[in-house]
């Protein structure tokens, strides 16, 4: 059993930055994928970033957004720059209940079994 808590969400001006926590309890915290996803009003749940060693991003953040992950403190961070109106949503971290595989796409919110309770971000125009 894994525990996520999501924070570090608010109200942010266009072009402003935020930095999201997700911090996790119940297992080796180095063991296992964390991956990030955001539900904008009226909309599916749409995949951000996962990280394991390596990163993945979503193409409408890359470059803006960035993933890191401190092991000692079972925390990963979100840091979220050049924010854009689009970008609000509320923001969920997630974890699989197997570690990590390589056979599984995580990029889809199926593949996570665990999930926090999700932070609120807004961004102005």
């Known amino acids: 059993q894994v525990q996520l808590v999501a924070s570090g969400g608010g109200l942010v001006q266009a072009g402003g930055s935020l930095r999201l926590s997700c911090v996790a309890s119940?297992?080796?915290?180095?063991?296992?994928?964390i991956g990030w996803f955001r539900q904008a009003p009226g909309q599916e749940r749409e995949f951000v970033a996962w990280?394991?060693?390596?990163?993945v991003y979503a193409d409408s953040v890359r470059d803006r957004f960035t993933i890191t992950r401190d092991n000692a403190k079972n925390t990963m961070y979100l840091q979220m720059n050049s924010l854009k109106p689009e970008d609000t949503a509320v923001y969920y971290c997630?974890?699989?209940?197997?570690?990590?595989?390589?056979?599984?796409?995580?990029?889809?919110?199926?593949?996570?079994?665990?999930w926090g309770q999700g932070t609120r971000v807004t961004v102005s125009s």
């Open positions: 990280s394991f060693g390596t990163t």
């Open positions: 119940g297992r080796t915290f180095s063991s296992y994928v």
């Open positions: 997630a974890a699989p209940r197997a570690g990590h595989s390589f056979i599984t796409d995580y990029t889809r919110s199926y593949a996570y079994d665990y």
